[in-house]
């Protein structure tokens, strides 16, 4: 969604078990990685990713077109194709299998004027059983620091039809982004705040009239570039605590990560540990 922050760069991933990811580049635009993971729970396996990044430069960290997809031991696979059509015009195609089987597949195009992005999005669309999910955002900038839209989700299959409209605004400051969402479907707030170079905070704020449900989680993440450590921690309100800790071993192309969470209401405790090759 436009108007979201992207708040997961910020708050902790879960990991159970053990997992090991090996990275090769094969050339400047071509990389795969291997990934085992073994797990307590049972569902131990092994993935195989590819990454191409093409030769159309639009920025000093952007090249399109980028193809990304991976495909695991029971020959699910899950990929994705964005691709930057003109200088204003993105695009991007994904489809998930699952045994051979498609899941879930969907298609997006999104526009940015001078001061308005708007966007489009088309989900599981089926013409013959007439049924699928349509997207449609707009944000339009008021001020240098403010923008409000709208997003409106149109969903259809045989025996039920619906759409949910919603409001949206965005601030932006020197080190902050905060965000809201009003609709027929709930509410969510977001705030995003750089304290410093080392330290990033988050909160975010979900209402959901369907499940009539409310939850605040609490996220914040602190580098220290001398020692190569990225730590993360969480808290939310239903009492899940939750950390990782991430380290990079100069000079080696090596990186380890260990992951635990805690839910104290159900009494349940996970714990991952991560080694990172190339």
Not at 104 to 132: H, I, M, Y
Request: charged share 15%; hydrophobic share 40%.
């Amino acid at each position: 969604m436009p108007f979201s922050i992207q708040l997961y760069l910020v708050f902790p991933v879960q990991m159970e078990g053990v997992r090991l990811t090996v990275n090769k580049a094969l050339s400047n635009h071509f990389q795969v990685n291997h990934t085992v993971l073994l797990s307590t729970l049972g569902d131990s396996s092994y993935r195989f990713g590819a990454t191409y990044v093409g030769t159309k430069q639009t920025g000093p960290a952007e090249a399109f077109p980028v193809m990304v997809g991976d495909m695991d031991n029971t020959g699910s696979l899950n990929a994705q194709i964005i691709h930057q059509i003109t200088d204003r015009v993105r695009s991007k195609f994904a489809f998930q299998t699952q045994q051979q089987k498609f899941v879930n597949w969907q298609g997006d195009a999104e526009f940015k004027g001078e001061d308005f992005t708007a966007a489009v999005t088309f989900g599981n669309p089926d013409v013959l059983v007439g049924s699928g999910i349509v997207v449609a955002h707009y944000l339009q900038s008021v001020t240098p620091s403010l923008a409000l839209g709208g997003e409106l989700v149109y969903h259809r299959r045989p025996g039920e039809e619906g759409t949910v409209m919603s409001l949206a605004g965005r601030y932006t400051g020197s080190n902050f982004i905060a965000t809201l969402t009003l609709g027929g479907a709930g509410a969510h707030g977001s705030y995003y705040h750089k304290a410093n170079d080392q330290l990033q905070l988050g909160v975010e704020f979900e209402a959901s009239t369907r499940m009539q449900d409310t939850s605040v989680s609490f996220g914040y993440q602190l580098d220290v570039p001398k020692a190569d450590l990225v730590f993360k921690g969480s808290l939310d309100s239903n009492w899940v605590v939750g950390a990782t800790l991430e380290k990079k071993l100069q000079p080696l192309p090596l990186s380890l990560a260990l992951s635990a969470f805690l839910n104290h209401r159900k009494s349940k405790f996970q714990c991952g540990f991560g080694i990172t090759i190339g």
